[in-house]
T-cell receptor
Framework: DAGITQSPRHKVTETGTPVTLRCHQT?????MYWYRQDPGHGLRLIHY???????DKGEVSDGYSVSRSKTEDFLLTLESATSSQTSVYFC????????????FGPGTRLTVL | DAKTTQPPSMDCAEGRAANLPCNHS???????VYWYRQIHSQGPQYIIH???NNETNEMASLIITEDRKSSTLILPHATLRDTAVYYC????????????????FGKGTHLIIQP
């Protein structure tokens, strides 16, 4: 599982509240990613990080911000959650090298009422 | 990244080889073929990748045609636990200085292993 944990694993919140999801890795990988997955869609990239304090936007970044103050933690924040952000969120790391394969965490199921 | 085409669903009998096809006719010379799978409600799992040679690991084999326009993932002895959605993804590998951005997932193939 490449030492990836996500917290919380499940969360129910109300529209307009801030929410922060945490991704933690134990293997010192440089690259980390946040995806969301919705019915009828494959995984879509929200943001990614290529080092401490270095982040970039993905395909569906509107309404989300990220921070990476330590190599091991990548935080995803919904400043003011909306019902359209109800989704399953997956964090991933990239194993740098020949193949650049990505390894995913177990996911966080977020429901915004 | 090059576009891929996969059948939406396939069935396979338990114990038999499951052969999952993928078309990627616009693949570039520096793009690799990656396979991932997602078992219901879990995070995607990396399976295998290759550039032009056939590859095998403990999970599967990857056969890439000589013109690299298509490939086949082979699960040699499918079990019920192999029921999942399988994604074929084409993207630049690290040797070409790229591949650090996110993966682009299509709809994949839903493989159902029948007892």
């Amino acid at each position: 599982d490449a030492g990836i944990t996500q917290s919380p694993r499940h969360k129910v919140t109300e529209t307009g509240t801030p929410v922060t999801l945490r991704c933690h890795q134990t293997e010192n990988h440089r690259y980390m990613y946040w995806y969301r997955q919705d019915p009828g869609h494959g995984l879509r990239l929200i943001h990614y990080s290529y080092g401490v304090k270095d982040t970039d936007k993905g395909e569906v970044s509107d309404g989300y911000s990220v921070s990476r103050s330590k190599t091991e933690d990548f935080l995803l924040t919904l400043e003011s959650a909306t019902s359209s952000q109800t989704s399953v969120y997956f964090c991933a790391i990239m194993a740098s090298g020949r193949g650049n394969e990505q390894f995913f965490g177990p996911g966080t199921r977020l429901t915004v009422l | 990244d090059a576009k891929t085409t996969q059948p939406p669903s396939m069935d396979c009998a338990e114990g038999r080889a499951a052969n999952l096809p993928c078309n990627h006719s616009t693949i570039s010379g520096n793009e690799y073929v990656y396979w991932y799978r997602q078992i219901h409600s879990q995070g995607p799992q990396y399976i295998i990748h290759g550039l032009k040679n056939n590859e095998t690991n403990e999970m599967a084999s990857l056969i890439i045609t000589e013109d690299r326009k298509s490939s086949t993932l082979i699960l040699p002895h499918a079990t019920l636990r192999d029921t999942a959605v399988y994604y074929c993804i084409v993207r630049v590998g690290s040797y070409s200085g790229g591949g650090a951005d996110g993966l682009t997932f299509g709809k994949g193939t839903h493989l159902i292993i029948q007892p």
